[in-house]
């Protein structure tokens, strides 16, 4: 399987302060990089995703930052809740590296966040 | 919204019987389904993509005798574990493609399977 590398393993913040994730892939021909948010027992979520069109993308507390030249991608979350306490996963995906027309998921190896209160 | 129902969400068995887990989008029509292994805090690994009305294809290392995936029809894929072993122990989550989720993929809640 293609590769996605991700750090750190886990991760506590304070309440309000910045949570930073970081993903690396080495493959160009991935060309859709979602972020999931995973809580314990339950299956994961997706979150927001970039395509490498964009260095940038925004949705509320969520940014994912894209360095195409760097194959580098990140998660910020902004003013960090205990809520967002939870296991995210960066992904890679592309159409042709996948069986069919349906994209395979690559997935990082998770962060465990803590916000603590 | 896409949602796909996943059953059951834990099920404890006896080494050597075998389980099925059912995965089922409500309200779209799923022509691919996946699933993942996923061991205790790692991350997901894919075991299979399975097409309606076709075979599944497997990943490398994934025993298909062992690990049945049936897609019989545009809304439910199973997944049947024979002769379970403690070491096939692990959180099974399936995903199916379609409908209007963000990012045209749509998880099941997983099911914790214990082989004792």
């Known amino acids: 399987q293609q590769q996605v590398k991700q750090s750190p393993q886990s991760l506590i913040v304070q309440k309000g302060g910045i949570s930073i994730i970081n993903c690396a892939y080495e493959?160009?021909?991935?060309?859709?990089f979602p972020w999931y948010q995973q809580f314990p027992g339950k299956g994961p979520a997706l979150l927001i995703a970039i395509r490498p069109d964009v260095s940038e993308k925004k949705e509320g507390r969520f940014t994912i930052s894209f360095n195409k030249s760097a194959k580098q991608f990140s998660l910020h979350i902004m003013d960090s809740q205990p809520g967002d306490s939870a296991t995210y996963f960066c992904?890679?995906?592309?159409?042709?590296?996948?069986?069919?027309?349906?994209?395979?998921?690559?997935f990082g190896s998770g962060t465990q966040l803590t916000v603590l209160p | 919204g896409a949602v796909v129902s996943q059953h059951p969400s834990r099920v404890i068995c006896k080494s050597g019987t075998s389980v099925k887990i059912e995965c089922r989008s409500l309200d779209f029509q799923a022509t691919t389904m996946f699933w993942y292994r996923q061991f205790p805090k790692k991350s997901l690994m894919l075991m299979a993509t399975?097409?309606?009305?076709?075979?599944?294809?497997?990943e490398q290392g994934v025993e298909k005798d062992k690990f049945l995936i049936n897609h019989a029809s545009l809304t439910l894929s199973t997944l049947t574990v024979t002769s379970a072993h403690p070491e096939d122990s692990s959180f099974y989550i399936c995903?199916?493609?379609?409908?209007?989720?963000?990012?045209?993929?749509?998880f099941g809640s997983g099911t914790r399977l214990t082989v004792v």
């Open positions: 493959n160009t021909a991935f060309d859709y």
């Open positions: 399975s097409n309606e009305g076709s075979k599944a294809t497997y």
């Open positions: 992904a890679a995906s592309s159409v042709s590296l996948s069986s069919g027309s349906a994209r395979q998921l690559t």
């Open positions: 995903s199916a493609k379609g409908g209007h989720s963000r990012g045209g993929y749509t």
